[in-house]
């Protein structure tokens, strides 16, 4: 049996997006578990869609994900593109003379053939067509052309491009996910194999490179289903062995719509950039479509290697569920060590210019880290801790009681704060036991005393514990945060 290879071949016509990392993850997975090769491409054949810096940001994207792949193009240190080893390059612009010569190929065998029709007599053909009523393709008006024609015309340099003479019958395909795929080859156009410009088009040099690189399975997204009928006919002319086939769902928005910017981001990068967890965003983007028949969601991409089967791919779209990536990232926050943490959100905390003293950044990761959504969020979380955020005295009233009552529990918790042993500041468990002892032995209640002490701590109506706050701050900063509560009343 032959070595499993898949392959990821984005254009670079923008960035890496949620759809595009399902894709490439599948094809990972899919070799991974298969013990192949999963190779990664640039299809940057369409000069005139081509994005400058697309392919280092896709490349980028791959690398921050961890989607490590066996052959292709990588960035080294400066981020521009280098070769691994000795496999590319794998960025067809760098293949130019391998297409033309398997085109040549093509119309040796009389798959393919020349066609010098202009632009606009093209569009005037389209109208008619449109008019009638009529499937519009090509018209084949070039194939009437004699040899002697065509010599005349390219000797007299006359512009062409070569197109895939779509033969009579039916595309029959079996997709690994949605079996069988039938398409009537009168539906098909003769596609343009070679441009004008010199370059092929998708449909060539993604059959000639899937074939060169011995890929063995295309998972691709179903936008591509379309293309099956020309595909299989290059292969069929060529005589080569045509791969399998596994076209993905949809990714969709909530409403069921197809994904898009304008209900939210695409772009892997926004959402590294924002603080989920690549981890996280692999483990959701993994379950988008794919269910491991399992009573957990929460999967490394080491554990979902051996349980993916690709035929087990859901048919219909997966809908783009923010409330489920955030409710994942959360989990994974939490398995991560405060200082781990630490390191997570630092980078955030710099970009947004904030420095906060290493010690206290600690503390607020270790009490923060139950609450937190997204890495980012700590750059506005952590302000309440570098100063009080503003507040009403009002806020420091428990329900149940009145401002006099917060005032002279704020007044005495300072005085029991300030005979705390330093000791006790060190474990929030100590702190804990001490300002319950206080409540107990002052036969106080919870409310009067802990709402008060939590809001003047934070300046926040919801927040950790007075007791993680206390722990935070530590004694001076404690009671500065409780005098200035107090003063709120008198301003
Ligand atoms: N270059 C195509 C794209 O941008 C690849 C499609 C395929 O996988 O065949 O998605």
Redesign the pocket.
């Known amino acids: 049996m032959s070595l499993v290879v898949t392959?990821?071949?984005?254009?670079p016509?923008g960035y890496l997006h949620i759809g595009?990392l399902r894709?490439a993850l599948y094809n990972y997975m899919h070799a991974r578990k298969l013990g192949g090769k999963f190779v990664l491409r640039i299809?940057d054949t369409d000069r005139e869609r081509y994005v400058p810096g697309a392919v280092e940001s896709l490349i980028r994207s791959l690398d921050r994900m961890s989607l490590s792949y066996n052959e292709g193009p990588t960035l080294n240190a400066k981020g521009e593109i280098v070769e691994v080893g000795n496999h590319g390059p794998y960025i067809q612009s760098q293949r130019l003379p391998i297409y033309l010569e398997h085109a040549k190929m093509l119309l040796a065998s009389r798959h393919a053939y020349y066609c010098f029709c202009s632009k606009d007599r093209l569009d005037t053909v389209r109208k008619e067509q449109e008019l009638a009523k009529m499937p519009m393709k090509y018209d084949r008006a070039c194939t009437k052309l004699s040899q002697a024609e065509i010599e005349q015309k390219l000797s007299a340099s006359e512009p062409y491009v070569l197109r895939l003479k779509i033969p009579e019958g039916e595309t029959v395909i079996e997709d690994l996910i949605r079996g069988r795929i039938e398409i009537s080859n009168a539906e098909v156009d003769d596609q343009v194999l070679m441009k004008s410009d010199g370059y092929p088009t998708?449909h060539l040099a993604?059959v000639v490179d899937?074939h060169l690189m011995e890929v063995t399975c295309?998972?691709?997204?179903e936008e591509?289903i379309s293309?099956v009928p020309k595909h299989v006919m290059l292969y069929n002319a060529f005589g080569w062995k045509i791969p399998e086939f596994a076209h993905l769902p949809l990714i969709l928005n909530a409403d069921r719509s197809k994904l898009s910017k304008r209900q939210g981001d695409v772009a892997v990068e926004d959402y590294l950039d924002k603080g989920y967890l690549p981890e996280a965003l692999m483990n959701f983007v993994a379950l988008m479509g794919f269910n491991p028949s399992a009573d957990r969601e929460i999967f490394s991409v080491a554990e979902l290697i051996p349980l993916f089967e690709i035929s087990k791919v859901n048919k219909s779209g997966a809908v783009f569920n923010v409330e489920k990536l955030d409710w994942m990232n959360g989990q994974y926050i939490r398995t991560k060590s405060p200082k781990e943490l630490v390191s997570l959100v630092s980078p955030f905390l710099e970009r947004a210019g904030k420095s906060v003293e290493s010690g206290l950044l600690e503390r607020v990761c270790t009490i923060e880290q139950e609450r937190l959504v997204k890495l980012a969020d700590m750059v506005d979380l952590v302000d309440g801790y570098l100063t009080v955020p503003p507040y009403e005295a009002g806020m420091l009233v428990w329900k149940k009681s009145d401002a006099a009552d917060a005032q002279l529990q704020l007044k005495e918790l300072s005085l029991h704060i300030d005979s705390m042993d330093a000791s006790a500041f060190v474990d929030i468990a100590l702190l804990e036991a001490s300002v319950k002892e206080y409540i107990t032995r002052k036969s106080l209640s919870n409310g009067n005393v802990l709402w008060p002490l939590r809001v003047a701590l934070s300046g926040r109506s919801a927040s950790p514990s007075p007791y993680q706050l206390l722990w935070a701050f530590g004694r001076e900063e404690s009671l500065a945060r409780l005098r200035h509560a107090l003063n709120q009343f008198a301003a």
Request: proline share 11%; aromatic share 16%; hydrophobic share 20%.
């Open positions: 392959r990821f071949p984005p254009s016509t595009g894709t299809e998708y993604n899937d295309v998972i691709r997204g591509w293309s």
